[in-house]
């Protein structure tokens, strides 16, 4: 059974930094491209930055410069850092594992990050 688990959501203030984390189990994780998506309330589900199974990442401009994902294989983990968080970043996020190898594609459950002073 494939799980996708995210952590490390919260309130911060404006400026400040979070880290996500999502734990992926039953899949081979370094087979998969990974992404996190964000939803805020009253909009559509939008890509913040995937990174493929060889590294290779992109990220929605609204991101670019404050956000960083990376991934662990070792540890079936990707990890988003989220500095100079604004406002506007706050939103329910998701992670996402999808493979040229596998029809199906997952999701977390999500996290909520929350920006305010």
């Known amino acids: 059974q494939v799980q996708l688990v995210e952590f490390g959501g919260g309130l911060v203030q404006p400026g400040g930094s979070l880290r996500l984390s999502c734990a992926a189990s039953?899949?081979?994780?370094?087979?998969?491209?990974m992404g996190w998506y964000r939803q805020a309330p009253g909009k559509q589900r939008e890509l913040v930055v995937h990174?493929?199974?060889?590294?290779?990442?992109n990220y929605a401009d609204s991101v670019k410069g404050r956000f960083t994902i990376s991934r662990d294989n070792a540890k079936n983990t990707v990890y988003l850092q989220m500095n100079s968080l604004k406002p506007e970043d706050t939103a329910v996020y998701y992670c996402?594992?999808?493979?040229?190898?596998?029809?199906?594609?997952?999701w977390g459950q999500g996290t909520q990050v929350t920006v305010s002073s």
């Open positions: 996402h594992a999808d493979s040229p190898y596998d029809v199906r594609d997952y």
């Open positions: 990174i493929t199974s060889g590294g290779v990442t």
């Open positions: 039953g899949v081979i994780f370094r087979l998969y491209g």
